[in-house]
């Protein structure tokens, strides 16, 4: 089941975030792509939600935007991939990133998200190849690797140490029309180190 949940923020603790709706607390789980972009504690939020029944348990996930909720739950269709490795991919790579890492093949940067093995990558790059650009909303056609300088920015941020979701956020706030890559890799570490 999917849908939206709209309320007062009222705790968030990694992975975990309480919304208030009409005075009744939803507690979610949710990636760090969305703990990046939360606004403050009292304020209001929009989720896109997941919720997942089992046998002997009940969950909800919360994302902050569409994409990141349609690739956790392609994610999970992944022979041996559950939730858990779901939030990872979340929490480890943007969604464009991911679906240039899946769309290029590159198996060894799919093994630096936690929880998942060369194996594992190796079925995702299998299974997931033709729906990549979907991830990133281009609509099925193929996304331009390297092509613009956010993307560019955001590969240099990790290669300098940064998480993939923080590089992406950071590269993203520090664009400006027309910048290069060079420029916004440059205001994005002045940023950081305010």
Known sequence: MIGRLKGT???KQ?????VDVHGVGYELEAPMSTFYDLPELGREVTLFTHYAQKEDSVSLYGFLRDNERRLFRDVQKVSGIGAKIALAVLS???VEEFARLVQVGDVTALTRIPGIGKKTAERIVVELRDRAADFAGTGGGTLQIGADATSEATIALQQLGYKPAEAAKMARDATASGDEAAA???KALQS???
């Open 9 to 11: 923020l009222i705790h």
């Open 14 to 18: 990694p992975p975990w975030l309480v």
């Open 92 to 94: 480890g790579a943007s």
């Open 184 to 186: 916004i890799i440059r």
């Open 192 to 194: 950081a180190l305010r």
